[in-house]
């Protein structure tokens, strides 16, 4: 049973969204006057609800002044995630019709709400926050923000951060690490000199792509690109990676799509790198499995037929009786590699293909190293070469097998 905090979250999501989202034009229609009277009160509630945690308990007055929630429970944990983006695009929604002469207390105000969430060591706040400003920026493309907002954003993005969701469990960690120190050395075990469990030997704990992917999509949405583009590049390029929600795997994937766009012209240009990790990404091999033999085909078609041969062999090994002979210098895939395999395979493919629907007929003219590194294996390859000798003979009106 969830608690009162994503009932509330997820009511917001299939009601308000729903009106707000689908009914645009009553937004439209509607003056900021009446707008600030009937959402103005609401604004910073709405912003922080999504931050707060699962089983944090809301003020049942608060609630029921204008919500009638229903006693229901929402069993997968993804609608949590879901429900979050979701709100940060109502909210932005919002906002864009909020947008006009007099409103501009309310959001200098709720601005700087927003900087105060990106001020704390919260991760879940910061993904909020990030969720908001990117819909935002994309529904208001020519809009200016606050300088102080944007800035805000840049510093949380390449601040090294150890988020307050996993600072327990790090402390416990941590002290258990040094109580089992302590007890080896208390037998005199031989340790070595650098054992000490140090925050330094555990940045990684402190990069959630998640959230970092989050806020660098907030950045490219409002086209503020930094000096260095690695702080942008690398969350993404993670997310996409190693994101197993697909519905955040795609955002990244836009987002490191329209990164691409906004570098075209830009000197020197991280497009090519990018590009060639992508294919490195989507062409990486796969661990040698039972029936599998090297060959010039088609990679897609190859990954298909070694997908299903592996299944095929799981399947023998499953059923009751003798379990299938393994070839000998076999080795079957790990499940886990597998999956990570996968992931960062359908996130690769994923921008690609988000990348040639995103610049149609001009992908080759804008993306020329995309073309370069496609036609790169065939040139490389005897077939060219053989489809030259086949086309010359033709043309000479002999077939190039000698057929009369």
């Known amino acids: 049973m969830l608690g009162h905090t994503q009932i509330v979250l997820l009511w917001i999501v299939f009601n308000l969204v729903e009106l707000f989202c689908g009914q645009q034009e009553l937004l439209e229609a509607s003056s900021t006057e009446v707008l600030l009277t009937a959402t103005g009160s609401f604004l910073s509630f709405w912003v922080c609800l999504p931050m707060l945690p ?28 879901a429900s979050e983006v979701d709100v940060g695009r109502f909210l932005a929604v919002l906002l864009q019709q909020m947008a006009k002469p007099g409103a501009e207390a309310v959001l200098e105000n709720l ?15 910061r993904f909020c926050v990030g969720q908001v400003m990117l819909h935002l920026a994309r529904l208001q493309q020519d809009q200016i923000y606050p300088e102080f907002l944007v800035n805000k954003l840049l510093e949380c993005l390449t601040d090294s951060v150890y988020y307050d969701e996993i600072a327990l469990d790090f402390t416990r960690t941590q002290k258990d ?11 005199k075990v031989p340790l070595e000199d650098d054992v000490n469990f140090s925050l330094t030997q555990n940045h990684n704990l402190s990069n959630v792509p998640r959230v970092q992917s989050s806020l660098a999509g907030a950045l490219i949405a409002l086209k503020h690109l930094p000096a260095k583009l690695n702080p942008l590049v690398r969350p993404l390029m993670d997310s996409i990676k190693k994101e197993k929600n697909s519905t955040l795997q795609r955002d ?3 987002h490191l799509v329209r990164l691409l766009e906004l570098c075209v012209d830009r000197k020197p240009s991280p497009n090519a790198k990018i590009l060639r990790n992508l294919i490195t990404l989507y062409c990486s091999s796969e661990p040698p499995h039972p029936g599998h033999q090297a ?6 078609l190859d990954h298909m037929q070694k997908k299903a041969e592996l299944q095929c062999f799981q399947r023998r090994a ?3 009786g003798r379990p299938p002979r393994i070839p000998e210098g076999v080795v079957l895939p790990d499940e886990k590699e597998q999956k990570q395999l996968e992931v960062q395979q359908q996130g690769a493919a994923a921008t690609l293909v988000q990348a040639a629907s995103h610049f149609g007929p001009k992908l080759l003219e804008l993306l020329p190293q995309l073309g370069a590194s496609m036609l790169e294996p065939i040139l490389n390859s005897g077939l060219f070469a053989l489809s030259l000798i086949s086309v010359g003979t033709l043309n000479s009106g002999k077939h190039p097998l000698g057929i009369q």
């Open 54 to 81: 699962d089983k944090f308990t809301l003020d049942p007055a608060m609630r029921q002044a204008w919500l009638a929630l229903p006693k229901v429970s929402f069993p997968d944990p993804g609608m949590r995630m």
């Open 111 to 125: 601005y700087n709400l927003l900087v105060f969430h990106l001020g704390n060591r919260s991760a879940l706040q």
């Open 177 to 187: 690490y040094q109580d089992f120190i302590a007890t080896l050395r208390h037998y």
């Open 252 to 254: 990244s994937s836009a």
């Open 295 to 300: 060959s010039n085909c088609i990679l897609t």
């Open 318 to 320: 499953n059923t009751v």
